[in-house]
């Protein structure tokens, strides 16, 4: 990551004490507790299991304990979840009575050791984080895929409240469905694979975003936030057709795109009042080549959010700079050599 200037030195430090809060405490261990009761009470173990695994994403806690198990409200929240980590030597059809239900540790990641977990007897486990276990896990997780899409949402509305995305409806940048009435040009991802998207076993499926970072006239910053559900294991490679790039909201052909994994309960708002700091701690950037503009702000936005902030980061995974309007990419590889990819010029008719 690049190394954080120090004009920008002293605004971060201020923004970083502001530490991350949870709205309200969720009590993993309750919960853990209690879909183990749930599972050893179900006259179906097996299927019930088989459920969990299939669903296409994670189940939302709160559809799946039942009235006698259901906890209260302060307890579980919206966007707490669970998924189904299985060994690569069991199968579905297993006897799944030794299952474990479990989550992640509180604290840095980088200081896990092992995480508590409840049998489906009820006794506490404990399993090791850094190596997967021989048993299957169903893990409870309050910042997975729910809490990416929400937060991703209100990342973009943030950005725009405080100048740094076009204060405009934006034609959408995952979807043609609100083109405008001529339509749009975009760039579609076609292809992608990552090396390493920062999650260890108990972490479960990555939550993939990026940042599209480009300029408005005068140089005036344009950062969108666009979420990557589908991207979810290492060297393994995808065919989203995602329409990633939606040109129209961008006055000059080129921007630069930040990958990032969701990790953690960071606060969104901070964020983004610390890219407003450093974003525009230079001063304008009017008169600036913009080329070289985009750069800077790019620059900025990775320097904005280093690793040291919080206790469970969101991972700078990579970045890919001067993507082009109407270029094509084939096994395009960013600046890490973590991330590679096709992209390629296209246009949205209106309905």
């Known amino acids: 990551m690049l190394k954080i200037n120090s004009m920008l030195s002293t605004a971060l430090c201020t923004a970083a004490a502001l530490t991350s809060l949870q709205a309200f405490a969720i009590d ?5 507790e209690q879909i183990a009761s ?10 019930e299991v088989q459920n969990i695994e299939r669903s296409h994403t ?13 906890l209260a409200k302060e307890e579980v929240g919206n966007t707490t979840e669970m998924w189904l980590y299985l060994p690569k030597d069991r199968a579905l ?12 540790p509180a604290g840095d990641e980088k200081s896990w050791t092992e995480a508590e977990g409840y049998s489906l007897d009820g006794d506490k486990v404990q399993l090791d984080v850094n190596n997967a276990p021989d048993v299957p896990v169903v893990v409870i997780d309050d910042h997975g895929y729910y809490a990416m899409k929400s937060k991703v949402s209100n990342l973009n509305k943030m ?50 975003y990026a940042l599209v970072t480009g300029v408005l006239s005068k140089n005036k910053p344009q950062i969108v936030a666009v979420e990557m559900p589908y991207l979810d294991y290492n060297e393994t490679t995808y065919y989203p057709d995602q329409i ?25 708002k901070q964020i983004v009042q610390a890219l407003v700091t450093a974003v525009g701690a230079a001063g304008s950037l009017a008169g600036w080549p913009p080329a070289s503009a985009i750069a800077e702000i790019t620059n900025r936005v990775i320097a904005a959010m280093p690793d040291s902030w919080y206790t469970d980061q969101d991972d700078f995974a990579d970045s890919c700079y001067t993507m082009l309007k109407g ?7 960013c600046a890490a050599q973590n ?10 008719d209106a309905n």
């Open 327 to 333: 270029k094509t990419y084939k096994d395009k590889i």
């Open 159 to 208: 950005l725009k409240k405080n100048g740094l995305q076009k204060d405009m409806p934006l034609p959408s940048v995952t979807t043609a469905a609100t083109a405008t009435a001529t339509g749009f040009e975009s760039s579609k991802i076609t292809k992608i694979k990552f090396a390493d998207t920062k999650e260890s076993w108990l972490k479960g499926p990555a939550e993939m």
């Open 244 to 268: 990633f790039i939606n040109w129209s909201i961008y006055d000059h052909a080129a921007v630069d795109m930040l990958f990032y994994e969701h990790d953690n309960d960071t606060n969104y």
């Open 38 to 47: 749930q599972l050893h009470a179900s006259a179906n173990l097996n299927t």
């Open 58 to 70: 994670p189940i939302l806690v709160n559809t799946f304990l039942n009235t006698e198990h259901k």
């Open 339 to 348: 991330v590679k990819f096709d992209m390629e010029p296209f246009f949205v």
């Open 93 to 104: 059809s297993d006897d799944m009575s030794d299952l474990v239900v479990s989550y992640p």
């Open 28 to 32: 993993k261990s309750a919960i853990a």
